[in-house]
């Protein structure tokens, strides 16, 4: 009966995917309103920024729990079940409590669009839950996001860059507007490294209380992480930021949480080994590409499996991979709004990579990969890693993939 109730929610939620990106923050306000949550957090956090967000919420999540809090992580996408965008403590909700949240948020959600009916389901887990720090990942831009209509005692962006121009805006200095969208009077943002120095001045701008992520808090950064490439030291160091303004607020965090926080945060889907040899990596953008190559500086190269979104810049996020591969096997999610596999491979072929192949099917063509004995990366689009990790036997797929409107793989 359980089962059957979860698959019913989960057709709801792609129903509610038919009204698309709308934008603005009123209906929210009223569900939230209507929800009548009772219990506020010692803190809470919202993360917006071109990447990093859940790297930089994970982070954050395993400082706070480490230093003995309940810690309650909302995020997007996901890879096998829709269970894992709410997580305590970094387990996902049971099904059986993500049905309860639904069926609490049903009663006030008649208008809502999808994004806007998890994030209100967030809102009431939290609650239940009796969290004391609740963070909110943005799912698109920040100043009208959902995640903005709850009320937050920090703000965080990570980084800038272009993607999802046609909801943003075209130049940096726009989308960094949009995103410094969620920065609230007499709230301290932080301001994170990963975006140009004009940009991030440009936030800071916008900020009552700005925190320039820099130096001081790099040097507070352990030597080694679990979450590998230089990128993630610039997620940590936003991290340390916050952890200034979190003690600021008078919450206890030891110098001990925050090392063993840092060094021992993970994330699914990020340089994560998933089986001996096979490594996947959610870069979807050409930003993403950028960081997963310079991570890639030290290892030999290796048999890439990609496949991407089409609202994503084929050639921009190939260019920066073109020295890490030995072959590429271009592919398509099954059920994504992607770039046929066959575009992939003429977009990479005028790239000059070499030993390109197409295998339109995810599970094939990571079996091709394997066939060849070096290791196998897989990347470009986060649906297709949870297609992949199905494949290769992870349990707790969901009987039916719901994913964000207009952002498959983002």
Not at 30 to 43: T, Y
Not at 158 to 165: A, E, P, S
Not at 177 to 182: M, P, Q, R, S, Y
Not at 361 to 375: H, I, N, P
Request: with cysteine.
């Amino acid at each position: 009966m359980q089962e059957a109730a979860y698959e019913s929610s989960l057709s709801s939620l792609f129903a509610a995917r038919r009204s698309g990106i709308d934008f603005g923050l009123e209906r929210m306000r009223v569900c939230l309103k209507d929800l009548a949550l009772e219990h506020r957090p010692l803190a809470t956090i919202q993360v917006a920024g071109t990447n990093g967000k859940g790297s930089t919420s994970a982070l954050l999540a395993n400082v706070l729990t480490r230093a003995g809090l309940r810690v309650g992580v909302f995020s997007s996408p996901h890879l096998l079940s829709i269970c894992e965008r709410f997580r305590i403590n970094s387990a996902p909700v049971a099904r059986e409590t993500f049905v309860s949240a639904f069926d609490a948020v049903q009663t006030c959600a008649e208008q809502l669009t999808f994004f806007e009916y998890i994030t209100a389901m967030a809102a009431w887990l939290f609650d239940e839950a009796r969290v004391d720090v609740a963070i909110y990942e943005v799912g698109l831009g920040g100043r009208l996001d959902s995640t903005t209509a709850v009320d937050a005692d920090l703000s965080i962006v990570t980084g800038i860059g272009l993607d999802h121009c046609d909801f943003l805006g075209d130049t940096l200095e726009e989308i960094a507007l949009e995103k410094a969208g969620i920065f609230r009077c007499g709230v301290p943002a932080i301001i994170g490294l990963a975006a140009e120095r004009k940009i991030r001045e440009l936030m800071a701008s916008r900020a009552e209380r700005p925190v320039m992520v820099g130096r001081v808090h790099l040097e507070q950064i352990p030597e080694m992480l679990a979450l590998r490439g230089a990128h993630q030291r610039l997620n940590a160091a936003a991290v340390v930021a916050a952890v200034v303004s979190l003690r600021e607020r008078g919450i206890d965090i030891s110098e001990e949480a925050l090392k063993v926080g840092l060094e021992t945060a993970t994330l699914a889907g990020r340089l994560e080994e998933v089986v001996p040899g096979v490594w996947i990596d959610g870069a979807h953008n050409s930003q993403a590409s950028l960081a997963l190559s310079h991570a890639l500086l030290e290892q030999e190269k290796l048999t890439m499996v990609i496949g991407l979104s089409n609202t994503k810049d084929i050639a921009g996020f190939l260019e920066p991979l073109r020295g890490h591969c030995a072959r590429l096997i271009a592919t398509c999610a099954e059920g994504e709004r992607g770039y046929p596999a066959e575009q992939v491979a003429s977009q990479a072929a005028q790239l000059g990579f070499s030993a390109i192949e197409v295998q339109p099917v995810a599970a094939d063509a990571v079996a091709r990969a394997r066939t060849y004995g070096s290791a196998v990366l897989i990347t470009g689009s986060l649906l297709l890693l949870g297609e992949v990790l199905s494949s290769l036997g992870r349990p707790g797929a969901d009987p039916r993939l719901v994913t964000d409107p207009g952002k498959a793989c983002c």
